[in-house]
Nanobody, 125 residues
């Protein structure tokens, strides 16, 4: 069974940090493009960051606050989020492409076949 299981979301105060995790099973993350997206209420899904064997991309709006990573031994990807702001409040999704060895992108969410269930991140005092 192919699936992603997400964890690590929750409520955090402005300026705080969270680390989101996304554990894959039934497929190998290592050589697949993978990405993080988010969707705030009333807004379109937004690409945050992605990584592949050949590139790592971050949305300009993040201002260097987030870091994407993978632990291939655990078949898990992460999103470290620092200096969180209320406007970071959203449901966050991890995703991976079924096609291996391609560069990742944030412009075409439809290019990712595997998706996590989504996890809520709320930044509020």
């Amino acid at each position: 069974q192919l699936q992603f299981v997400q964890s690590g979301g929750g409520l955090v105060q402005p300026g705080g940090s969270l680390r989101l995790s996304c554990a894959a099973s039934g497929f190998t993350l290592d050589y697949r493009p993978s990405a993080w997206f988010r969707q705030a209420p009333g807004k379109e899904r937004e690409g945050i960051s992605c990584m592949s064997r050949s590139n790592t991309v971050y949305a300009d709006s993040l201002e260097g606050r987030f870091t994407i990573s993978r632990d291939n031994a655990k078949n898990t990807m992460y999103l470290q989020m620092n200096s969180l702001k209320p406007e970071d409040t959203a449901v966050y999704y991890c995703a991976a492409d079924a096609s291996p060895f391609l560069p990742c992108n944030l412009e075409h969410p439809s290019s990712y076949e595997y998706w996590g269930q989504g996890i809520q991140v709320t930044v509020s005092s």
